[in-house]
């Protein structure tokens, strides 16, 4: 049994701790996605965050192990290591070059999506104007099936995601997105769009943050009440857990350099508040999770393919497809 996190954030810092980490391994998790980076990040502090994360994992290899394949994964927990690769949310990092993605590929990110709530000259954010996918945008998602990297749709804008989910020749996921239908928060997914991700095989799988779950104080029990719409709604091979908890060092400052506005990102009118910030679920709900997922009917099996099978699926299959 692998339990699969998809998404976590740690500060976007070359000095970033990663008790975190090892805290989502004592819980429980295998794997997780570590981000590196969004469309407020220059490439500057993109590499520099790259550069600082694989220093931390190469010089503890007896507690992480910086993977490319599910057969990587599955060592590393049977080596009592966490598994990590990185993942990059929004297209600004790539330059507008596809050949950007293969270099990153290499670097260890193993997913990635094209907009952070903001539209760009690839795709467009869930935040913002609908224009559907660029004729760059189609380029980039062929270089991301080409370079073997999970396409995400999350953060992205509800008919540019279609549009990359019709361009997609491999699964498409979403690594930390929840149901609309339960949560009518701009960054939540329409049940159009889940039943579109179903279609390419690809997996939506389920944020803890508070927001998005309607609880101001998340528990397991409103993941698995999440997680029991996706299954209900096309099959529980299609649902997982990322569970997208940001942790933070105040004593590192990784704001993002030049102009950044922060109401930009995460607009009011979206329904972020600057007074009341988001709550996340901590590590420790993975130990709950499994009891949480039998409570909404799902048996231990079903459980099973929820926490890790079915990311592990989709994985094998775009994974091996790298040069």
């Given amino acids: 049994m692998i339990n699969w996190d998809a998404h976590a954030c740690l500060p976007?810092?070359?000095?970033?701790?990663?008790?975190?980490?090892?805290r989502l391994h004592a819980a429980g998790v295998n794997y997780v996605s570590l981000n590196v980076?969004?469309?407020?990040?220059?490439?500057?502090?993109?590499?520099?965050?790259?550069?600082?994360?694989?220093?931390?994992?190469?010089?503890n290899p007896g507690r992480y192990a910086l993977v490319s394949s599910v057969d990587d994964i599955i060592q590393a927990a049977a080596d009592g290591r966490i598994a990590i690769s990185f993942d990059l949310e929004g297209a600004l990092p790539l330059l507008e070059q596809p050949e950007?993605?293969?270099?990153?590929?290499?670097?260890?990110?193993?997913?990635?999506?094209?907009?952070?709530n903001r539209n760009n000259s690839v795709a467009d954010g869930c935040h913002d104007l609908p224009r559907g996918l660029t004729s760059l945008g189609h380029s980039m998602v062929a270089a991301v099936n080409d370079a073997g990297i999970l396409m995400d749709c999350s953060h992205t804008g509800r008919l540019c995601s279609?549009?990359?989910?019709?361009?997609?020749?491999?699964p498409v996921i979403f690594s930390h997105a929840n149901p609309y239908s339960l949560v009518p928060h701009g960054r939540n997914i329409t049940d159009e769009q889940i039943r579109a991700c179903?279609?390419?095989?690809?997996?939506?799988?389920?944020?803890?943050?508070?927001?998005?779950?309607?609880?101001?104080?998340?528990?397991?029990?409103?993941?698995?009440?999440?997680?029991?719409?996706?299954?209900?709604?096309v099959g529980v091979s299609h649902a997982g857990i990322g569970l997208d908890i940001c942790f933070t060092q105040p004593e590192l400052d990784d704001t993002p350099p030049g102009q950044f506005d922060p109401a930009y990102w995460?607009?009011?009118s979206a329904g972020y508040s600057a007074e009341r910030a988001p709550t996340f679920t901590p590590p420790e709900v993975w130990h709950q999770l499994p009891a949480a997922l039998r409570k909404v009917g799902l048996s231990e099996s079903e459980a099973e393919l929820v926490l890790g099978r079915n990311m592990m699926r989709v994985a094998q299959q775009v994974w091996s497809t790298a040069p």
């Fill in 12 to 22: 976007q810092h070359p000095q970033a701790d990663f008790t975190p980490v090892q």
């Fill in 37 to 59: 980076g969004a469309d407020m990040n220059p490439v500057s502090q993109i590499m520099s965050v790259i550069a600082g994360y694989r220093a931390t994992i190469a010089a």
């Fill in 100 to 116: 950007m993605i293969p270099l990153y590929a290499h670097l260890g990110v193993r997913q990635i999506h094209f907009a952070y």
């Fill in 162 to 170: 279609l549009d990359i989910m019709s361009a997609s020749t491999q």
């Fill in 198 to 233: 179903a279609a390419t095989g690809g997996v939506v799988c389920v944020s803890g943050l508070s927001w998005f779950l309607g609880q101001e104080h998340p528990t397991a029990d409103d993941v698995a009440r999440h997680v029991a719409y996706v299954a209900d709604l």
């Fill in 266 to 268: 995460w607009p009011a």
